[in-house]
């Protein structure tokens, strides 16, 4: 029996509506965050701490988040996170609108917010294998990309406006977009929370659960190293790019590298389903790998923030299919009873490292050429491109 097309899926739509607004208000309020800060006196010292809270309160709870999916069910850690991040954001409101918002309070709803979306991202997982067929799951991916690069584009878009409008507004949105998340995903029937019988116990060996069943999956371990790497280095480069347009006093070649970057991953996102559809699994990760490689090198090679923007954006294109091509195999591959535990280690070690990439570009411009830093991010690329090449692994997980 074929499976109905998405969009007559209720329980995938209201999940994706459900996670759309609870996207869109963080996204808006991301470039929100450092502005308040600055006018509350905090300096750059107060806007580099909002980074290191956001990152350091998600690898605090990357070691519970994934066992509290398992045990409890997708649905009720959805509901609660979005309830408690709404409530959060609407304090952060308040403050703004009252004039009475400090670092401290900017940091304290950071924490919560980086602390709770580690759960939350393991539970969609969990939903989307709950509400959606396997032979839809590529097609729901998808679109689920399509959704993420359209709201990486158009969000920080809408907070820098929605700021400009009265500086608390970002924020009352941000905490709106949560609670109106936590109603939807509260109306899905009880019994497509997918929760297991049996909760496993709060031991060390359950806790590490996810760590031990990726290294012991060739694939998915090549894959999330794959995805470290392409955001590590992206993110670096794009960096590289910025300054290098700023130092030129270039505003036009900063918007151009936002413009090309975002329209990267939104063509890549388009074009993802039916490459996924006829390509070989290995043909795409390498295709992804030497492009990311390869266009790194080639920035490194012109003085043009034009052509680095749209290398960049090259880039970018190519890297949607990893996201799809490895979630859909967690999907397909992975027990339901450790889905959560593998989740929060695949979605969130690869985001606190690839964090690290703007930093370690921003300290090498400091002390070497530019082209040098852009070699050094070209590095890794190879260097995984060329495993991936040589090794076996992909061949053996080609389907």
Known sequence: MTAPALYRNQTYVRLWIAYTLSSLGTFASLVSLP??????????????????????????ALPWAGLLVDRVGWRPVMVRADLVRGIAFGVLTYTVATHQASVGVVLAVTAVSGALGVPFASATATALRSAVPAARRPAALSANQSR?????????????????????????????????SAALVATLPATTTGAPADRPAARWTD?????????????????????????????????????????????????????????????????????????????????????GALAVSAIAGTDRVLWGALLAGC?????????????????????????????????????????????????????????????????????????????????????
């Open 35 to 60: 502005l308040v800060v600055m006018a509350s006196s905090g300096g750059p010292l107060g806007v580099g701490l909002i980074g290191f809270a956001g990152a350091s309160c998600m690898l605090l």
């Open 315 to 399: 880039f970018c294109v190519a890297t949607p299919v990893i996201g799809v091509l490895t979630n859909r195999t967690l999907l397909d591959d992975v027990p339901q009873e450790i889905l959560g535990r593998v989740q929060s280690v695949f979605q969130t070690v690869p985001r606190l490292v690839a964090s690290t990439g703007p930093v370690l570009a921003g300290l090498l411009l400091g002390v070497l050429p530019t082209r040098a830093v852009l070699l050094l991010f070209a590095l890794p690329l190879a260097a995984l491109a060329l495993y991936g090449t040589l090794s076996a692994t992909l061949d053996r997980n080609d389907r």
């Open 207 to 291: 806790i590490t659960a996810g760590w031990r069943f990726l290294r012991r999956h060739p694939f998915l371990r090549n894959m999330t190293l794959t995805v470290l790497v392409a955001d590590f280095g992206i993110q670096g480069v794009i960096v590289v790019l910025v300054v290098t347009a700023a130092a030129s006093n270039d505003a036009l070649g900063t918007g151009l590298i936002t413009a090309c970057t975002g329209a990267g991953n939104l063509l890549g996102a388009a074009i993802t389903l039916p490459a996924v559809r006829r390509a070989r699994p290995r043909t795409l990760v390498l295709a992804t790998t030497w492009t």
């Open 148 to 180: 993420t690069a359209l709201l990486t584009l158009l969000g920080p878009l809408a907070g820098g406006a929605l700021y400009g409008v009265s500086p608390a507004l970002p924020f009352a949105v941000d905490a709106v977009s949560f609670l109106a």
